[in-house]
């Protein structure tokens, strides 16, 4: 797994990197009763190296509108140049007395804050950069937010000349940024977007064309022309959101428990801040569309904050689900009051910034639940059928080791699951089904007793963990292949009209 998100920052760090762990060694050595060579030409190497760094960082804090940076950057350099100071220091004293016991000090506070503080400078700037790509991002949304009201050939024309140069510079930038991350996920995330808004653009301009058409004609079908150009341009929100996302990760968690579980959440979090300014601007708006983008994100919003509430700890949850609740509620109020022609009145537009206010209690909700789950550390079975089978394997791999219960309880939702499939499967696939989770149960009360009286590492629970793991793994397979069938069933289905 790469130490650096970015290629650029690994190129300019793996360099330091390499001059710090000299200089690790030398204080290693010192530590070890052995005089400490004449640092003099290593610390000046970094010195020079840090200056220079300093002096483009401050360039860059000159020129720059981006305010974030002008606060930031700064304060990175200081602390890197502090950094330089120390080994300055370190290498004078040593001078005078090779053994001396406060430059072997200023030598490792410096090495340890040398690297730190250039890789903050760095990220400042890479930040930054990320930002550019966020602003461009966040304008094709503002686009796409008034797909629904385009209602005329000259306007649909204005729009796609607006949307169009904002959408290449996304898709050209995006693309560059792929090239220069480390991280696999995250290229074959930002790839997948790209590739899907590049496939849904001309589709959302065709879907607006026609229902254009169908409106200016007086022709049928209007309201599903509008439902589906409504669709596309939700879908193409969806994935720009995604992009937003993932441009502002810089580490990628290995462990599948967390990338199933707290990732999944973080990425809900993400298209919930994503709907957000499409919800308040209806809710602004008295006569705002019904049933349109905006309401849709109202509503998707409060979906989204009960798939959240499913993840989190119970407090958060419950706490997730009532708001969520409430907010569903006032907002059909709403919708009633708006239908009936009723929208500007004192009680619509009060309960308009009723509804405005608890969805910024969501907002700061689930990033709370998020952030306390991930802090806890506690462990839940991952959502997918693969996640779960992960887990399992890594339990049944050490069975002694506990694992707070997590192992066991996704066999249980497999098995759970597998059992659910096999109901709507022919009596034959049945009965193979459900014997192996049979089997699997018999085995896994055989291996938890085993555990329970402190012989998790006899020769006999090993075999019972290495049966299990393939019986999990075929009934994780008889899943995956039931639900395949099934999707070709209903492909092949040529009796019924579509």
């Given amino acids: 797994m790469p130490v650096f998100h970015t290629k650029t920052i690994e190129s300019i760090l793996d360099p330091v990197a390499q001059q710090v762990s000299r200089l690790v060694i030398i204080h290693e050595e010192g530590e070890a009763g052995h005089e400490m060579p004449d640092l003099e030409r290593p610390v000046l190497a970094v010195s020079k190296a840090v200056a220079n760094l300093a002096k483009v960082g401050r360039e860059m804090v000159t020129t720059t509108e981006d305010s974030i940076l002008k606060q930031d950057m700064p304060i990175a350099i200081n602390k890197v140049e502090n950094a330089a100071s120390l080994l300055e220091d370190a290498s004078n004293l040593s001078k005078g007395d090779p053994y001396s016991k406060t430059a072997r000090t200023k030598l490792i506070e410096g090495s340890r804050w040398i690297l730190q503080g250039t890789s903050g400078v760095l990220l400042c700037f890479d930040e930054s ?5 966020i602003r461009e991002c966040k304008k094709v949304l503002d686009y796409l937010s008034v797909a629904e009201v385009i209602d005329s050939m000259e306007d649909l024309v204005q729009f796609v000349k607006d949307l169009s140069p904002c959408l290449s510079k996304v898709t050209r930038e995006v693309e560059k940024r792929v090239e220069d991350l480390t991280h696999q996920t995250h290229r074959e995330s930002l790839s997948k977007c790209v590739d899907q808004i590049k496939t849904l653009a001309p589709i959302l301009i065709c879907s607006m064309k026609i229902f254009i058409q169908i409106v200016t004609q007086g022709g049928k079908g209007n309201e599903e022309a509008a439902e589906n150009r409504n669709y596309l341009a939700s879908r193409m929100t969806d994935e720009v959101g995604e992009i937003v996302r993932v441009l502002q990760l810089v580490t990628y968690d290995e462990e599948e428990w967390s990338s199933d ?15 957000m300014q499409s919800a308040q601007d209806w809710l602004r708006d008295p006569i705002a569309v019904q049933g349109g983008v ?13 798939k959240v509430a499913e993840r989190s700890l119970p407090l958060d949850a419950e706490h997730l689900r009532r708001l ?19 929208g500007a009145t004192p009680q619509a537009e009060n309960l308009a910034r009723n509804i405005q206010s608890r969805l910024g209690e969501v907002a700061a909700s689930v990033g709370q639940a998020a952030s306390r789950l991930e802090k806890s550390g506690i462990q839940q079975p991952a959502p997918t059928v693969t996640g779960r ?16 219960g997590v192992g066991p309880q996704a066999l249980q939702l497999i098995i759970d699951e597998a059992r659910k499939v096999a109901e709507g499967l022919p009596p034959y696939l049945k009965g193979e089904i459900l014997g192996l989770c049979s089997r699997v149960e018999a085995e896994q009360g055989r291996l938890l007793e085993a555990v329970r009286r402190g012989e998790a590492s006899t020769p006999q ?3 019972i963990a290495r049966s299990l793991t393939n019986n999990i793994g075929a009934v994780a397979d008889c899943i995956q292949g039931a639900l395949v069938d099934r999707v070709v069933d209903d492909f092949v289905d040529i009796a019924t009209p579509l």
């Fill in 461 to 463: 629970a090993i075999n």
């Fill in 324 to 342: 969520a609740g409430d907010v569903s509620a006032m907002t059909d109020a709403l919708c009633e009051l708006r239908a009936g022609g009723r």
């Fill in 261 to 275: 579980n707290i990732q999944v959440m973080k990425k809900t979090i993400g298209s919930i801040d994503g709907k």
């Fill in 294 to 306: 905006g309401e849709k994100s109202l509503r998707s919003i409060v979906e989204l904050a009960e």
């Fill in 389 to 404: 089978l992960e887990q399992c394997r890594r339990w049944l791999e050490q069975p002694g080791v506990d694992d707070r």
């Fill in 129 to 133: 950069e990320v930002r550019k790509i």
